[in-house]
């Protein structure tokens, strides 16, 4: 290696004179170079006979690459493929989420790469053409590397895919595998989990939840097994879900049927789709105007003092002496009532899980002049709701599944936010920042109890459940380089060692301020995640959404790469992100919120 290091030198340079990784990094990286070279390892300036003869061969090429005419060329090339990958846009990709038509081609954000939180975007020919803009949609909630640990990651892939490239699961082991699922169960599950299910995204973790959750409230209420079985074969009997209204657990069709009707449920997009649950209003805890403030449902408003309704700080949110509140009974008589009315009404059908997303993203949607508008995402539900349902369905043994898939993994400042909320599961998904957000790879964890219930003689009492790319190598062995990394105060600055938590990351002075902005109908602010709503009515909705917009558009100017969910617009960022980078990110934001307020 240290013959080629002159040749890393070139190589650093470029990438310094490209911009694609930071300057502080890549004069790191230098010196540490220099400090291994001829001249301090053996004291002399002279050149090694090797390096000679290799600077030899290497000098057509050097040649080339100095002649200014060629190199030109060479630009002009790069430049086309960029264009072109604009141009095609249109015509070769189907993306999602979004109405392709209504994407004009100046609007399509050409992407040449990415290092750490950081896309290179491709802004159009000239000297300057490459851009970086902050990924703050952290790749739709999936990134969670800085480039040191970007750079790392693809090292272990590397490694991985030479080892193994993809070897079937049922039946074997492999290091990477068995090494992840210990890290797993050790880590988001401790204390609770005891074995592992991998598969391949949030949404097939879902389906195996559930599949999951229906046996073992099967096994536990044994007569609908018997009736399944036929021996009453008029019963039919439907097993549904208890769950929150708005949560988005996931696109494939299970996971869609613990979903409460939403657009994106609708016959137009999935006629087979029914809405299998129970769905529960639930109460949301924002930050307004400074302090943090119960959002209750009329159902409790009318019954609820408001002085349970206000906070002074966010951690009083999560305290558990709630639980002996009067608010904690109100919300139990609730969630019973539901329970028991639902029951009552249909008694074939019976609730078989809960499904709960802690502090979660829900999609609420707002009828706006005959328009349906999404009022925006990620809503805080009142962790004390959340432990009522928990509690309730415990002593109703209704197995409990927590999705984790987007808050999981220092998402929301801690590993797992069960630690914010205070209960366990008896199952949990995992997936998005479980891989660094890397390479695709989802888990399902659950206690030995839940597995018990697929344990058995018969092959047709198992879990027959497998996808083709099970346990993948290559992601179990970035999942354990992640799980570790991201834990380790060493590698990741933000752990604060005693509490094995994130550090506040988000200036609580600036956003304090936001929240007060007369443009802002609430703010979220929690781990990585900062999210605001604007405010929004029947007679301003059409501004709105082009004050979104354009908005969008000054901080893509400014170096910020955002998407918003509606009218609410958020920051997200890694959990080895620095403060001071949010700090920039939440200043500029403000900054132009404050300019476009003054139009
Ligand atoms: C809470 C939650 N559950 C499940 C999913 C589905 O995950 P995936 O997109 O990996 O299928 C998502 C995706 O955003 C999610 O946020």
Redesign the pocket.
């Known amino acids: 290696m240290a013959r080629y290091r002159h040749l890393v030198f070139h190589i650093l340079e470029f990438l310094q004179k490209h911009q694609l990784y930071p300057d502080e990094q890549i004069l790191k990286f230098k010196i540490e170079l220099l400090n291994k070279t001829n001249k301090s390892l053996h004291h002399t300036e002279d050149a090694p006979q090797d390096i000679i003869i290799y600077g030899g061969r290497a000098a057509p090429l050097v040649t080339f690459l100095l002649n200014p005419n060629v190199v030109q060329e060479l630009r002009g090339d790069k430049q086309y493929n960029l264009q072109m990958l604009k141009e095609r846009y249109q015509t070769r990709l189907n993306v999602g989420i979004t109405q392709h038509k209504l994407v004009p081609e100046e609007t399509v954000t050409v992407i040449y790469s990415r290092c750490g939180e950081k896309f290179s975007v491709y802004k159009g020919s000239g000297n300057d053409s490459i851009t970086q803009q902050f990924d703050a949609c952290a790749s ?2 999936t990134q969670g590397p800085d480039p040191a640990f970007q750079a790392e990651l693809a090292r272990e892939m590397a490694y991985t895919a030479a080892r193994f490239g993809h070897v079937m699961f049922p039946e074997n082991v492999y290091e990477p595998a068995l090494k992840c699922a210990e890290l797993l169960i050790d880590g988001v599950g401790k204390g609770w989990a005891s074995l592992v299910y991998f598969s391949d ?3 097939t973790a ?1 389906e195996i939840a559930l599949k999951m959750a229906f046996r073992k409230f099967c096994v536990d209420h044994e007569t609908l097994l018997e009736f399944s079985e036929g021996r009453d074969e008029k019963k039919h009997i439907v097993v549904k879900v208890l769950a929150l209204r708005g949560s ?4 494939t069709l299970g ?1 869609m049927e613990a979903q409460a009707p939403l657009p994106y449920t609708g016959f137009l997009q999935q006629p087979w789709y029914t809405g299998k649950g129970l769905f529960l209003d639930p109460p949301t805890d924002i930050l307004f105007n400074g302090a943090w403030n119960l959002s209750l449902l009329e159902f409790f408003a009318e019954i609820v003092p408001e002085e349970y309704g206000t906070f002074s700080t966010r951690d009083e949110i999560f305290d558990k002496s709630r639980d002996t509140s009067t608010l904690a009974t109100t919300y139990l008589a609730y969630v019973s009532k539901q329970l028991q009315e639902y029951s009552g009404n249909t008694q074939s059908a019976h609730v078989g899980a809960l499904i709960i ?1 802690q502090t979660t ?1 829900l999609l609420r949607w707002l009828i706006v002049s005959a328009v349906i508008h999404g009022a925006g995402g990620m809503h805080m539900v009142d962790p004390l709701f959340q432990r009522v349902l928990v509690n309730e369905c415990r002593n109703r043994k209704i197995p409990v599944i927590f ?1 984790e ?2 808050t999981g993994f220092w998402r929301l400042g801690v590993e797992t936010p069960a630690e914010l909320l205070g209960c366990k599961p008896d199952i949990a998904c995992y ?2 920042l479980m891989t660094g957000g890397m390479i695709p790879l ?1 888990v399902t964890l659950a206690t030995d109890a839940l597995f018990d219930s697929f344990s058995g003689d018969p092959k047709l009492q198992a879990l027959l459940h497998g996808h083709s790319y099970s346990a993948h190598a290559m992601g179990c062995a970035t999942a354990a380089k992640a799980i570790e990394w991201f834990k380790d105060p060493e590698t990741n600055h933000n752990i604060i060692p005693q509490g094995g938590i994130l550090r506040e990351l988000w200036d609580e002075e600036l956003v304090q301020q936001i929240s007060c902005h007369s443009a802002v109908q609430r703010v979220v602010v929690i781990g990585t995640l900062f999210a605001l709503e604007l405010k929004v009515d029947a007679s301003n909705s059409t501004y709105a959404s082009l004050y979104v917009k354009s908005l969008l558009q000054l901080l893509r100017e400014d170096g910020i790469f955002m998407r918003p969910l509606g009218n609410v617009v958020y920051l997200m960022c890694g959990p080895c992100t620095s403060p001071e980078i949010c700090r920039e990110l939440l200043s500029k934001l403000y900054i132009r919120f404050g300019e476009f307020n003054r139009v």
């Open positions: 739709w909630w995204n949030g949404s879902i988005y657990h996931g696109d996971a997303i993203i999705d898939v987007f997936a998005k989802a």
